[in-house]
T-cell receptor, first 110, second 121 residues
Framework: TQLLEQSPQFLSIQEGENLTVYCNSSSVFSSLQWYRQEPGEGPVLLVTVVTGGEVKKLKRLTFQFGDARKDSSLHITAAQPGDTGLYLCAGSFGNEKLTFGTGTRLTIIP | EAGVAQSPRYKIIEKRQSVAFWCNPISGHATLYWYQQILGQGPKLLIQFQNNGVVDDSQLPKDRFSAERLKGVDSTLKIQPAKLEDSAVYLC???????????????????FGAGTRLSVL
């Protein structure tokens, strides 16, 4: 079983602070996606990374794919209450099936 | 463009009862997925359809779960009989095409519905 571990599991910070969440695996990803899921909704795709060392930015969110394509990080600058949600990474290991991580539940306190 | 529609939004049943969930994917999307998301965990793929054929059902508990997509559009997922551990959110997703190892692009992005929250008492 290919396991994706996300850390931390829970994170609660004040508005305006910066944070980083991580997604790690012992296996090499062919591609990795980050999703945000709000209560009562399905996950929504934020970004896809494919190349080792790749960095993508989406406004205040910065996504990085590890050089060895086994890990990824999501950094949020100046967090806002609207960033609150469950952040999920999902990896493809050479086929089309997505394997999701356990998620990081982020709460931004106004 | 309408998103993935699921119904019902909530369902409460007693163990050993049967339940069915319905999904209407985005128009034109050939691939449809059913996921199970237990509280505190990420979604787990149960079954994947390409048009009306099953691509992957390796993680579907076939002794009690079944799914069909007869006309290649709508799909139903059934649990019979339900167990306490089936309590979860059941998510449906669809994508335009099946990626089959191709790099992820606009055509094989999965779009998720809001899910059906099942409570088994």
């Amino acid at each position: 079983t290919q396991l994706l571990e996300q850390s931390p599991q829970f994170l609660s910070i004040q508005e305006g602070e910066n944070l980083t969440v991580y997604c790690n695996s012992s296996s090499v990803f062919s591609s990795l996606q980050w999703y945000r899921q709000e209560p009562g909704e399905g996950p929504v795709l934020l970004v896809t990374v494919v190349t080792g060392g790749e960095v993508k930015k989406l406004k205040r969110l910065t996504f990085q794919f590890g050089d060895a394509r086994k890990d990824s990080s999501l950094h949020i600058t100046a967090a806002q209450p609207g960033d609150t949600g469950l952040y999920l990474c999902a990896g493809s290991f050479g086929n089309e099936k997505l394997t999701f991580g356990t998620g990081t539940r982020l709460t931004i306190i106004p | 463009e309408a998103g993935v529609a699921q119904s019902p939004r909530y369902k409460i049943i007693e163990k050993r009862q049967s339940v069915a969930f319905w999904c209407n994917p985005i128009s034109g999307h050939a691939t449809l997925y059913w996921y199970q998301q237990i509280l505190g965990q990420g979604p787990k793929l149960l079954i994947q359809f390409q048009n009306n054929g099953v691509v992957d059902d390796s993680q579907l508990p076939k002794d009690r779960f079944s799914a069909e997509r007869l006309k290649g559009v709508d799909s139903t997922l059934k649990i019979q009989p339900a167990k306490l551990e089936d309590s979860a959110v059941y998510l449906c997703a669809s994508s335009l095409v099946l990626s089959w190892g191709r790099p992820v692009g606009a055509k094989n992005i999965q779009y998720f519905g809001a899910g059906t929250r099942l409570s088994v008492l």
